[in-house]
């Protein structure tokens, strides 16, 4: 069945039946009861067709119902939807997710449906996508498998026609959904929305394991001469993922986050991977929600993490210094194991890396630790600091760095250097407040930036590494990565200076509490 009208407005529901193909081409506006419901075994084809609302209320959108019980394999077990060629979903309140309602209430049985999106476009939709509850597995060994849900190249927008935006995409209890050169965007201006204003969240994931990344524009050429990464732009949350209990794989790679309140924001989760992203990072608002988290990478109660190669920076002038506030990455209770922080680099930032609370084990051998960290004009390069009085039990492993012989022993982090009299930032390169850390360097000459000058010497205590060697980033901070990417960022930096008045304020940063994601209401 093709749909290819120049114009035409649906009043009623449309159910793509089992067995069925719909393909839209044309365009048609969906009144404020006209929901697409796919079945099971049927496919609805978006092929460049343009779906809006008829009147002024949102139209309801996409329903695409599985069986929960049942392989994605082959597709036709399951409800199946391709927007591809420019296909455009706008102004529904939930564009497509895989559930059925009965009775007003979610039919978790009818989960499982699958979504493709590729040159795709969502806009101003109160959510886009919602993944419901579903595992995939092998029909005949009933092995676990990937969801085969892909969004690739596909823009998730809002214009500023709505004001309340809750989240582009919505994975709840699904795994292994890939992500790769999408742009999620917020172009509005909160002037225009006066009464309510909400940013929205680019990837808001509970219970759920995916990947986020970029893809290669020519692969008949080796290597890969230009990719078309994953990009959030002026957003609440960049990305936004929970867990309430272990998953298996969550990585972002190679993503562009600008001018969001947070850039990405994890809570619970256990070996998340982070690597090769650019942040440009904005400014707190102290005026804000003060449940709101700010920063480029906020990691809340995770442990095991790879956060490696990332650069966060801002733009800021020295006329804009004094109501300028932001943070790289801030670490917040990860526990007693061995973490590490490795070979990012932070420039023009309030904060390049803050670590709160607990991230150590008592006897502080084991714990957080920063090491091969560049930063460059930071107010405060890295900062300790805990809201609990006995501040001893908290902090960062005491040995930052070790005493060892060898390239990779000393921390080998570049400072900023950058104490000024007239902000108060006596402890700029290592601010701490919890237990005392021993700080190895390599030896080497203050233009190198290798050794921490501003510290308070009751809690940062510099020394020398057996490492006799001096400075070399090559053989002190080997890359684990693809080689010659992270110099290439760093060689695209621009510099700049910021200011503010006081570490302590950042203490402020208030966490949030764990909740599933809910269909909006309207």
Known sequence: VNWDDDWEIIHGDTYVQDGTILTITGNYGFGEFANIFVVQGGSLIIDGGHLTKACDALWPGIDVWGHYNQSQQPKLNQGFIKVSNGGTIEFAEVAIETIQYQGGEHCFSTSG??????????????????????????????????????????????????CNPES???????????????????????????????????????????????????????????????????????????????????????????????????????????????????????????NDIYGGIYLDYCTGYQVEENQFYTYWGTDELEDRMSI???????????????????????????????????????????????????????????????????????????????????????????????????????????ALITYYHQYGPQTKRIIPLYFDEDFVLPNQSSYISGYDKSENCPSNLNPGTFIEMMNQQSSAEQSIDSVQSLLDLSLIHISEPTRPTT
């Open 168 to 290: 582009h995409m919505v994975l709840h209890d699904v795994h292994g959904i890939v992500i790769s050169g999408c742009k999620f965007k917020n172009l509005s201006n909160a002037s225009a929305c006066p009464i309510q204003y909400n940013e929205g969240k680019g990837i808001y994931s509970f219970n759920s394991d995916f990947y986020v990344k970029d893809y290669c524009i020519n692969t008949t050429i080796t290597p890969c001469p230009e990719t078309n990464r994953t990009e959030f732009h002026n957003l609440d949350y960049g990305i936004y993922a929970l867990a309430s209990r272990p998953i298996d794989y969550i990585e972002i790679d190679t993503c562009i986050l600008e001018n969001n309140r947070t850039g990405i924001y994890l809570s619970g989760l256990s070996e998340p991977v982070i690597i090769s992203n650019s942040f440009h990072v904005r400014k707190v608002d102290t005026t804000s929600n003060p």
């Open 328 to 434: 790289g990455i801030a670490i917040n209770n990860s526990g007693v194991e061995y973490n590490q922080i490795y070979n990012n680099y932070f420039s023009q930032l309030y904060i390049g890396i803050l670590a709160q609370n607990k991230n150590r084990s008592s006897d502080g051998e084991d714990g957080l630790v920063l090491r091969c960290n560049d930063n460059l004009k930071n107010v405060y390069d890295f900062a300790v600091t805990t809201c609990w009085s006995n501040a001893n039990d908290f902090g960062i492993r005491d040995d930052q760095g070790s005493n060892g012989n060898y390239a990779e022993a000393p921390a080998s982090n570049i400072f900023s250097y950058s104490y000024n009299p007239n902000i108060g930032n006596d402890y700029c390169d290592y601010y701490n407040e919890c």
């Open 113 to 162: 449906g699958i979504v493709k999106a590729q040159d795709a476009q969502f806009k101003d939709n109160i959510i886009d996508v919602y993944l419901y509850p579903y595992n995939n597995f092998d029909p005949v060994t009933e092995e676990l498998l990937p969801n085969t849900s892909r969004f690739k190249n596909a823009q998730f927008l809002t214009s500023g026609l709505i």
